[in-house]
């Protein structure tokens, strides 16, 4: 089972694979893009719920892996459908891939380049500019914010 992405709608990514989907991903859709959808739901595609438990679980599993802010409400339920239904989540999304690395979730990559291993995000300090290597809510040492730098 390959769960689709709102992007694998948009760069219509095809699979001979079963495949699910949720409402959510319906609703960022347009045109073309939303006939696609449509279209596949007629073909057999699973329009999935994920239970609220499951998207707490991922919720925390984001917010354990710093990605918490970079999910949306879509991203994180299409991984605890991707989760549930223990399927391949299709996206190009970086966090998401993360996350659902972190959570032992099959990815397949699109339009971008995966990640191959856990990435290891560098977090910086807004306030004294000090960088960490884990995620903390506040800077431990003058307790500003902590933006995520890519390490690259
Ligand atoms: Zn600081």
Redesign the pocket.
């Known amino acids: 089972m390959h769960i689709l992405d709102t992007s694998a709608f948009i760069h219509e990514y095809h699979t001979d694979e079963p495949t699910a989907s949720i409402p959510l991903v319906r609703e960022e859709l347009e045109g073309e893009h939303a006939f696609r959808f449509d279209a596949d739901e007629g073909a057999g595609m699973h329009i999935h719920i994920p239970a609220e438990g499951t998207v707490e679980k991922i919720g925390r599993a984001a917010v354990e892996t710093g990605d918490a802010n970079e999910l949306s409400e879509t991203d994180t339920r299409l991984l605890a459908a991707a989760f549930e239904l223990d399927g391949v989540l299709v996206t190009d999304d970086y966090a998401m891939q993360n996350v659902a690395e972190h959570l032992g979730i099959s990815v397949d990559v699109i339009a971008r380049d995966g990640i191959s291993e856990e990435r290891a995000w560098i977090f910086q300090?807004?306030?004294?500019?000090?960088e960490f290597d884990e995620h903390h809510e506040r800077?431990?040492?003058?307790?500003?914010e902590?933006t995520r730098k890519n390490p690259n």
């Open positions: 300090c807004a306030g004294c500019g000090r800077c431990p040492i003058c307790g500003s902590l």
